[in-house]
């Protein structure tokens, strides 16, 4: 699909940040000009072409100068001969694709994980506000600028979490969240209700990978009251055959974030993708059935995202994710 001048403005104009809005108008507008600038050049080349090469006769009916249209006609033909001969010496690698479908999911792909980093770094940069770090110092160390750390900490409100990363809490809610998108998938029978249950269920197998990747594995069978030492006891865990929710559990691999600063972490980062869900506009063309799935995945989103902010903010399980009702 082609975008338009007008895409690309609209794009840029729903950027929040503004030193990211500034610098993505200046590309979005050199980009524009690219293509016209060339189109007036291509036209002088014409008409000198068509005065039979008298480059004072073609200034002339343009309204220009001799002189100025000498410089333009330069300037050109060095940037030509220029990018010419950069082509020539060097080859500019690129990515093979099958189809332009499987270009554009790629570029996709990309702007997925660029966002992902921009929630990355944006729970550091609260962090290192709420631990009373000077913002002139986090902006310098970062490379975020002054403005940006303004915006993402519009009111000062930050919500700095209580958790404890190695007690038992974050398995509970892992075992709790899975229960919840079970029992939603047990009793779903609209789209909507299994769109929202899909959702439940995709977030409950990332939070078990990415925080708690032991809270579904089933009793081992053997506890250590049955060894005389702890040495005898590890060693029959690790020599006993693992079930396969054992194996399964550990083909999945937690998420990079989660493995370099641990499950709170990312969480944090999880939230703020949440959130976005939950507040993203409906679409403007949908069936009724489409908008219903739409508006109930975003209400599991902003669902998920409370209980992250109640985890965090209490060290506690959500009490709706403990009670029958919940479901």
């Not at 109930?296 to 994710?321: C, W």
Request: aromatic share 4%; no cysteine; charged share 25%.
């Amino acid at each position: 699909m082609q975008h338009t001048p007008l895409d690309h403005a609209a794009r840029v104009l729903a950027e929040t940040d503004p030193v990211r809005r500034y610098h993505a108008a200046k590309a979005a507008a050199k980009a524009a000009a690219a293509p016209y600038e060339q189109a007036a050049e291509d036209a002088v080349e014409e008409l000198v072409a068509q005065h039979g090469g008298n480059v004072a006769a073609a200034a002339r009916e343009l309204g220009l100068k001799r002189q100025t249209l000498y410089m333009r006609k330069n300037r050109a033909e060095e940037k030509s001969s220029g990018a010419r001969a950069a082509a020539a010496e060097q080859v500019q690698p690129a990515l093979r694709f099958d189809s332009p479908r499987a270009a554009r999911d790629a570029l996709l792909d990309w702007a997925l994980r660029q966002q992902e980093v921009t929630d990355q770094i944006d729970v550091l940069l609260l962090g290192a506000l709420a631990a009373g770090a000077d913002p002139v110092v986090v902006s310098e160390d970062s490379g975020v600028g002054l403005d940006t750390l303004r915006r993402i900490r519009p009111g000062g409100n930050i919500s700095v979490s209580q958790l404890d990363e190695y007690g038992e809490e974050i398995e509970a809610f892992a075992r709790a969240v899975m229960d919840r998108a079970l029992a939603l998938g047990a009793a779903a029978a609209s789209h909507a209700e299994h769109s929202a249950a899909r959702i439940w269920k995709l977030a409950a197998e990332q939070i078990v990978t990415n925080t708690a990747p032991t809270a579904l594995l089933p009793d081992p069978g053997i506890s250590r009251d049955d060894f005389a030492t702890t040495e005898e006891f590890v060693d029959a865990l690790v020599s006993r055959e693992p079930s396969e929710e054992e194996q399964a559990a550990g083909q999945r691999t937690p998420s990079d974030l989660a493995i370099a600063s641990g499950p709170d972490a990312w969480l944090a980062a999880t939230y703020v993708a949440y959130r976005r869900e939950a507040n993203r506009p409906p679409a403007s063309e949908e069936s009724p059935e489409d908008a219903a799935a739409s508006e109930a995945m975003r209400a599991a989103f902003s669902e998920l995202a409370d209980a992250i902010l109640h985890l965090r903010t209490t060290g506690t399980v959500p009490p709706a994710l403990l009670t029958p009702e919940a479901s």
